[in-house]
T-cell receptor, first 115, second 109 residues
Framework: NAGVTQTPKFRVLKTGQSMTLLCAQD?????MYWYRQDPGMGLRLIHY???????AKGEVPDGYNVSRLKKQNFLLGLESAAPSQTSVYFC??????????????FGPGTRLTVL | RKEVEQDPGPFNVPEGATVAFNCTYS??????FFWYRQDCRKEPKLLMS???SGNEDGRFTAQLNRASQYISLLIRDSKLSDSATYLC??????????FGAGTRLAVHP
């Protein structure tokens, strides 16, 4: 199993450009998440999905859109990139667990720089 | 105020030392708690869950204090390989984990 994979690993954008980050998981997990990590800020939740065809806003959703057309994929889109979106983006997934919480697995991250 | 707060460190300790990290959380409704380890330029990986009764895994002990709303991680007999950033997290609702900014540990010879 590859676990959680992310594409691309690195990207440099100019302000105003758009791009899509792809997250894929082969563990048949229902829940998927997009976080961004900035120095001193920790991991902040951007958007998440509790199943195919569903999405919900997290803590910092502005400037991002997401789609979950297939259970194994969760896409994060930046329509018009801004320098404030320079960050490391992590995708994560987990299986739901009644009355508890299963381990959340993270992808290797995408390092995005917006000039 | 952040929902989950940690001392950013760094904690610089010699090999063999015992070191403890605390983490406070603001959501009294949180039910699940975890410690993650993150190596430089890598993704976070689950270190251990934190149960109400406390739990131990080898040199690592995690405890939860609901009354004071904090969780702790104790590392005994520190190894060079323990050098990393330790993230605490708690459930922020039915589907979300909220993370602290992390505590950096540097173990030196």
């Amino acid at each position: 199993n590859a676990g959680v994979t992310q594409t691309p690993k690195f990207r440099v954008l100019k302000t105003g450009q758009s791009m899509t980050l792809l997250c894929a998981q082969d563990m048949n997990h229902e829940y998927m998440y997009w976080y961004r990590q900035d120095p001193g800020m920790g991991l902040r939740l951007i958007h998440y999905s509790v199943g195919e065809g569903t999405t919900a806003k997290g803590e910092v959703p502005d400037g991002y859109n997401v789609s979950r057309l297939k259970k194994q994929n969760f896409l994060l889109g930046l329509e018009s990139a801004a320098p404030s979106q320079t960050s490391v983006y992590f995708c994560a997934s987990r299986a739901p667990k009644r009355g508890g919480w299963n381990e959340q697995f993270f992808g290797p991250g995408t390092r995005l720089t917006v000039l | 105020r952040k929902e989950v707060e940690q001392d950013p460190g760094p904690f610089n300790v010699p090999e063999g030392a015992t070191v403890a990290f605390n983490c406070t959380y603001s959501n009294s409704a949180s039910q699940s708690f975890f410690w993650y380890r993150q190596d430089c330029r890598k993704e976070p990986k689950l270190l251990m869950s934190v149960y109400s009764s406390g739990n131990e895994d080898g040199r690592f002990t995690a405890q939860l204090n609901r009354a004071s709303q904090y969780i702790s991680l104790l590392i005994r007999d520190s190894k060079l390989s323990d050098s990393a950033t330790y993230l605490c997290s708690c459930s922020g609702g039915y589907n979300k984990l909220i993370f602290g900014a992390g505590t950096r540990l540097a173990v030196h010879p």
